[in-house]
């Protein structure tokens, strides 16, 4: 399934992670305690290189800009890499 994602880093530090399912009304938003873990998490999802490359890159915008957030990568994940990732199992929003 493609997701879009957005992400931008809270006044606290944290991460914050939304994704939307293209085509779909799914949005989910995940928030990681630190800069680090989604790195962490995008390395044992074992995504495609041009996929992990542009997810750390926009993560990357996103920690040097707290009100900024760095929007819209497009990627294709497996149900199987959302959970790796914890934003199967995070707070799903319904528009």
Known sequence: MRFKFAFNKTIRGTLRVS???VGGSDHVL????NDEAFV??????ELDPGTMSSL???AELAFGSPRT????????LTEEQL??????DARRLYA
């Open 40 to 45: 962490r998490l995008l390395e044992l999802a």
């Open 83 to 88: 959970t790796v990732l914890r934003l199967s």
């Open 69 to 76: 957030p760095a929007c819209c990568e497009e990627v294709e």
């Open 19 to 21: 994704a939307t399912a």
């Open 30 to 33: 995940s928030i990681y305690d």
């Open 56 to 58: 750390k890159g926009s």
